[in-house]
């Protein structure tokens, strides 16, 4: 399988491509003529023409971050994976504020659980999680 080595310098919003090259040794020359040591691009080696499958996820978790339920769908996820998106309903379950987060995209397990507890913070923060706004059970 061919590979590519893609140079990328930021990150969050100003995360971007320097360059793309077909050899390791074409984008150490831009990595090598960037002064800043602090600041340095990422080389980054991708298989090309590769789709990369993401699982999904389902995840309930109270509204103090407690999981109460995690479990892998059956679908997966054919794109980027932060791309995709969350749904969510609140509801109350056994008298507690619950959050059912689904079609969380994540490597694994413990990454659908840290993407739905920011979620959580989030919609807190939003006072979108609160006993006021809640559904029926799912």
Known sequence: MCKVYI???GSYSDYHIVGVFSTLEGA????DSFI??????????????????????DVRMDICGNTTHVSKCNNLWEEEKHRAYTIYKSFKDEAKLVLYLYNIVADNEQHAVKIANEMR???????????SKIQEEV
Request: glycine share 2%; charged share 30%.
């Open 7 to 9: 140079v990328t310098e």
């Open 28 to 31: 150490q020359i831009i990595y």
């Open 36 to 57: 800043d040591i602090y600041d340095r691009p990422n080389i980054e080696e991708c298989n090309l023409d590769a789709l990369k499958i993401y699982p999904r996820w």
């Open 121 to 131: 913070i989030l919609l807190l923060a939003k006072g979108e999680f609160i006993e």
